[in-house]
Structures are given as C-alpha cells and as structure tokens.
C-alpha cells in the first residue's frame, strides 16, 4: 500500500518529444501529451518510415566509467564520424530529478563520454544555429538525462535523413537554461488544466497533424479575443475523409479479416470485400457475424462496429480503448450538474434545429408557406429568449408540429403519390415516411456516437436529452440541427427521385417496416448526404457533412473547456 502510494504521488515523466512539441507550439504539447490526442498526416507516416532502423533496439549501452570492450564498435555509418564509436539504438532513458523520460535514437558512447543523436526527417535548415530551436531542446534534454545517468555529455548531433546532414549542438549555459525552463513550463501548464491558446494566423498550422482537432482559426475567431481576431479562417483540413462506412445487412453473413482485406461472407462464399484501411466504420445490421480477428484489427486501430437491429434500431457500438481525454469527461460532467449552462447549450441545439427546418421548408416546398416560415422564425428567436428547460420543449414541440404539417408539401406528386405523411410517429413507425424517418435518424445518432467517442466525451451524457438507460443522450443532442439538414433531406431525396417505391415496405398490425432493398436505398441516400461538400456558414470553408459533425463536437468540447463563449448551432443559409 505504501509503494503505491508513494508511486501515486510522483509527478508523471514528461516524454522529451513533448518538449519539442511545447517549444514549438504549447497548444499541441497539451493536445498530446494531456489530452491523448493524436492523428497521422503524411508528415508523421513519412517520420515513422525514416525513423525505422533507429527504432529497431540493437547494441549496448555501457555504464558510465565501462570502456565498452566487450561490446562490438560499429563501423562508419550515416549519423557517425569514428570508426571506434560504440552505437546503441533505440535506448530509454530516465531522470527522476528531471521528471524526463526519453527514447533516443541513437546514442555514440566512447568510455565516460556519450553524444544522443537525434534523427529527424527533411533537410537540415539554413539557419546559423544550424537545427530550429524546438529540435535543439529535444536533444539537449536527452544530453541532461544522460547526465543525470552518470554520463559525460557536452552535445548532441542531429541528423537529417533527408539531406543526410550531422547538425552538431553544443549545450551551452544558454540552451540548458531554455531547456529547463521548457520543462517547468510545461509542468506548470499540464497541472493548471487550461489549454494554451492557439497561435495566430501561424504558418506552423496547416502542416500539423493535429490541426483538424486543435481548430486554430475557427476557435480564434469564436473565442472573442481582440488580439487573435481574423476574418479569415484558412481550409487547412481535408474537406472529407478518406475512410468510407461499410454496411452489411444480409443476415447470415460474416465479417472476417483475410490479410489486409475485410471479406463478408454469405453461407461461406465471399461475396464482397474492402480493404481494411479504407473502411472508417462497420455497421452490422441484425445478424450479422464479425470474427475475432476483424474485431481486434478493428478496435486496435480506432474503427468502430456499429449495431443495428433488423429493425434498424441502433443498439450498441464496439470500439477500442476509452479516449485518454478524462479532462473533457470531467468537464462534460460538470457541465451536466449547472443548469443554467445545460439550458444555454439546449438552447441552441433547439434553435438551430429550428432555423434548419425553417431553411429546408423554404428550400423545398414548391410554394412555401408564408405563414409557417414566419411562425418558425418567431419560435426560433422565443427558443433563444427561454427562461426554462420546460418552456423550451413548449416552443421546441410547437415548431415541430408545424414543420411536420408542411413536410407532405415537400415530396412531389408524381413519385411519392402513394405516400401519406399526416404527422411525425414512431415506435412503431405507421407510414413508410416515418419508417425511414426513424432509420435516417438512427443512422445519424450513429454517427454522432461515433464522432463524440472519438473526440473523448461520454456519449451517453447530454445536456438537453436527461440521461436514460442505454440511450446516448449526447449524441441526441446534436443531432437536433441536423435532423433536418440530413436525416429529413436524405428521405425527401430517396422519395422524389423514386429511389424507394410503395412495394419497398410492409406492413403488419399497423406498423410499417422497410424491407432489405428499401434499407439499401436509405442507406445509399444517407452516404451521399453525409459525403456532400457544403460551405461551413460560419468558417466559409467547403466540408463535407460527415466532417461536419466532428468539427461540432469538437467545438462544443472547446466551449466546455471556456475557450470559446458559446456553441454555435449549425444552421446553413
């Protein structure tokens, strides 16, 4: 009991890459090292790739005071400038005085002497002090630990695989005090529990992995400060993902994993197949298998499974570890216990969901009532001016039922002349209209249960839905401005383009299903919907839907986190 207590009680090392990431931008050594961010870029692929042979642990590391002559001395290699040099690979070191714990690339040891070498992909740049100051450190912090360890280390050499250039450094009195200081600040930092600001308009931001989660301009230009105020907010994510959702809905069938394919399966036959690293999601639809094996790859690698009843009723998600954000859940959890601040986020979910279903009646409705728009633009502005959770659900419940006595104007005559829409129904749906209603909104609660998952919220926590066994109330609360910008668009589409059809559903004791090929539609309908690139009103960048829901959640975490003062509902013009 009393070692673990004693071990509770030491501050946790600092990995020495955060430094650099620290001196280099404060922000991402939080995002990484705190909050458990990460994401690849071609950058961090291509650092990995040319960091290979140095990760690959290989010769000894002496004792301070060996000379090393039972250790083999390598020859003349890249990185190296004597025969003699003893080389250790890929060695962990650890300074309990420092509170730095670093994993060197290489170390060149010969008798008290040792020299860290530190490998970094590109070029070596044109500057005097011949490496950019956050590399500098990182190097000078392995050289302290070395110390500390007994050795004798006065600098560091790095070395650039690209123009295969040895940048020696020396650790002066100068960069040992920077390096210090970076440790300390980065302590202090990590234990205050406010994220560094971003940077302003930095040409550092759109090369860094993590620019799709720290939001650089968009917070910027949402948090009010005077002095990172831009009109601009810079595109530097892609605009859609590159992983696709796989779907399979024929019951019997199995997902396995045959060598870098997931292969589906019907009564033993293959029947399709995806590779492994293009698939950003599996839903299973009813009963449908997945093997041992496509599950471990899958959750090892952040892909979630989704499952959905037959009746397409989302029911449970397997995924890999709980994200490492406990600061957000922590924040997330005390957000949820102030009302007045769970009343100011519904508040906005209901408004945009208003402002949205006043957009698509507008949009949509070969004649659209005057009357109604005007009724839902007054119940959008009374949803803001709410003084209670109860009001709020009166003017949310108003808006509905007029949106929803107009939704039967908006599906054209010719294809959808056998579908009655009178109002919105569920559990079980009576209309085929509310069928795919309930399916559109499953598949899009879905999608935001995954988005939230990987931004590191507690998906089953909301602000305006109140908690409830199994329900994922967060996930219910985003969804509010987008039920109708994707879920009632995708079912208009599906119907006025005569995708579905009357015989496309069945009926048994006053409940309406969608048959298999009915599901496929939507299904399709749904994908091309989230895959469609729409201008962000409030960044003015192009996104793609299904990229829009994770800019969301992330946006809300920054507004739990008081970087930003409000949530700002997505609502297009």
């Known amino acids: 009991m009393g070692e673990e207590t004693d071990a509770a009680r030491e501050p946790d090392l600092i990995p020495v890459r955060m430094l650099n990431e620290y001196v280099y931008c404060p922000r991402l050594a939080y995002l990484e ?18 960091h290979r042979r140095v990760d690959a642990p290989s010769g000894k ?86 110390r500390d360890n007994g050795f004798a ?30 440790i300390q600040d980065l302590r202090r930092v990590a234990a205050g529990g406010t994220i560094p600001p971003p940077l302003v308009d930095s040409p550092k931001c759109p090369r860094c992995s993590l620019v799709g989660i720290c939001l650089p301009d968009e917070v910027n230009l949402l948090s009010g400060r005077p002095d990172a105020h831009s009109d601009v907010v810079r595109s530097m994510a892609a605009a859609k993902d590159e992983g696709l959702p796989l779907y399979v809905g024929e019951q019997g069938a199995h997902v396995g994993l045959r060598g870098d394919t997931l292969e589906i399966r019907v009564q033993g036959k293959p029947v399709a197949s995806m590779r492994r690293m293009e698939v950003s999601q599996v839903n299973v639809v009813g009963n449908v298998q997945v093997s041992a094996q496509a599950i471990r790859d ?73 009357p109604a728009l005007r009724e839902l633009a007054r119940l959008g502005k009374q949803a803001r001016g709410c003084a209670s959770e109860e009001s709020l659900l009166g003017v949310e419940g108003a808006a509905a039922r007029m949106y929803f006595a107009h939704l039967q104007g908006m599906l054209k005559e010719g294809p959808t002349a056998s579908f009655d829409f009178k109002s919105r129904n569920r559990r079980p749906p009576k209309d085929p209209v509310n069928a795919m209603l309930s399916f559109v909104y499953a598949l899009l609660v879905k999608d935001l249960t995954v988005a939230v998952l990987a931004v590191g919220f507690d998906p089953l926590l909301g602000f305006y839905h109140k908690p409830r066994y199994g329900r994922p109330s967060l996930a219910l609360d985003l969804a509010e401005e987008f039920r109708p910008l994707i879920g009632d668009s995708t079912v208009l589409t599906a119907l006025n383009g005569g995708e579905v059809r009357e015989a496309d559903f069945v009926s048994s004791a006053g409940a309406v299903a969608m048959t298999p090929r009915c599901r496929r539609q939507v299904i399709a309908a749904y994908e091309r919907r989230m895959d469609t690139l729409v201008t962000h009103p409030v960044f003015g960048y192009p996104i793609s839907y299904r990229k829009v829901l994770y800019i969301q959640a992330r946006l809300l975490a920054r507004f739990l986190a008081g970087e930003i003062q409000r949530y700002p509902a997505f609502c297009t013009r």
């Not at 190296?80 to 005085?97: D, F, G, I, P």
């Not at 899958?298 to 959905?308: K, M, S, T």
């Not at 490492?324 to 508040?347: G, S, T």
């Open 33 to 50: 090292w705190v909050q458990g961010e990460f994401e690849d870029n071609a950058d961090t692929v291509e650092g990995r790739f040319r």
């Open 153 to 182: 280390c006065n600098g560091g050499v790095i070395y650039f695989t690209a123009s295969k250039t040895r940048v020696e450094v020396a650790f002066d009195e100068e960069l040992v005090e920077r390096t210090r200081d970076a």
């Open 298 to 370: 899958l959750a090892g690698r952040n892909v979630p499974i989704c499952h959905f009843s037959y009746g397409g009723w989302f029911s449970a998600i397997t995924s890999g570890m709980v994200h490492k954000n406990v600061e957000l859940r922590r924040r997330q959890f005390a957000v949820a216990e102030d009302p007045d601040r769970c009343l100011q986020l519904a508040k906005s979910f209901v408004e945009g969901k208003i402002r949205n279903t006043r957009t698509l009646l507008r949009r949509n409705h070969p004649s659209p009532p005057v």
């Open 61 to 146: 590391l002496p004792s301070p005071g060996e000379d090393g002559s039972d250790a083999t001395a390598s020859g003349t290699e890249e990185g190296t400038t004597e025969s003699r040099t003893l080389h250790a690979r890929s060695v962990t070191l650890s300074s309990a005085s420092l509170g730095l714990i670093a994993k060197m690339d290489l170390v060149e040891t010969d008798g008290q002497r040792a020299t860290p070498v530190d490998y970094k992909r590109g070029s070596a740049p044109d500057i005097p002090a011949g490496a950019w100051e956050p590399e500098r450190v990182q190097v000078c912090a392995q050289g302290l630990i070395l």
